[in-house]
């Protein structure tokens, strides 16, 4: 069975989870039917920033940008940038094309579906930033291996920023940190963890918008956890 294989992300080779929730309204079926196709990442070949966005800019990943809340936000405050959004969740990109509309933002590409498989097509070495924030915890221990945060999906990070880039990760699920610690960890070769005291993991940082799922894990009492690691030198 699928649940007991080996692995993680990048050699499981499917996803988990919904890829739809309640109906879309009329508006966001137009967003999804035409907004969408203008700014959808390329089926094929490689994504550089060139080929994205016609010149050569600083580059930001988001793998499940749930609602595109924080996409948004970034592309929003670095117009000279450019952003490739990923999210299997239709209701999700959806409500991300409706930040995009309204923003006026013309400097994001979407892909709704695998975010390692568009990754995957991303030159080596040319992203300044990859983002995953409040990624799915799958806590029950069999599950480990569909967690976002394995060697795998980190290995893959690590290849495709340029030195001194930044991951930025961040959840509220305890089981989930102490894992992700314990990968990263492994990982010093390739990371800095940009953290000198208790308060840079516990404290939001500056330009990191709080997402919805941050705000509900507050509303429930929840402690929320944001972590930075700088790409070493190859």
Excluded at 17 to 26: A, D, E, T, Y
């Amino acid at each position: 069975m699928t649940a007991n294989k080996i692995g993680d992300p990048t050699t499981l080779n499917r996803l988990y989870g919904r890829s739809k929730g309640k109906k879309l309204h009329s508006v966001q079926v137009d967003l999804v039917d035409n907004l969408l196709l203008q700014i959808a990442v390329p089926d094929e070949g490689p994504l550089s920033s060139t080929q994205l966005f016609g010149d050569d800019r600083a580059m930001h990943f988001e793998i499940g940008f749930g609602g595109g809340e924080h996409l948004a936000f970034r592309a929003d405050l670095l117009p000279d940038h450019g952003f490739i959004g990923c999210e299997p969740f239709l209701n999700g990109v959806a409500q991300a094309l409706s930040h995009i509309k309204e923003g006026g933002l013309h400097n994001v590409r979407l892909h709704m579906g695998d975010a390692l498989e568009i990754l995957r097509r991303v030159p080596d070495g040319s992203l300044s930033f990859v983002y995953l924030l409040h990624p799915d915890p799958w806590p029950k221990a069999r599950h480990i291996k569909r967690r976002m945060m394995n060697d795998g999906p980190v290995d893959l990070i690590a290849a495709k920023l340029k030195p001194g880039g930044e991951f930025r990760f961040g959840t509220d699920h305890p089981v989930y940190v102490r894992h992700a610690l314990m990968i990263m960890q492994r990982h010093r070769p390739q990371f800095d963890w940009l953290c000198n005291t208790a308060s840079d993991f516990q404290n939001r940082p500056g330009g990191w918008p709080e997402t919805r799922y941050a705000a509900k894990a507050r509303r429930l009492g929840h402690e929320v956890w944001y972590f930075r690691y700088r790409r070493k030198e190859a």
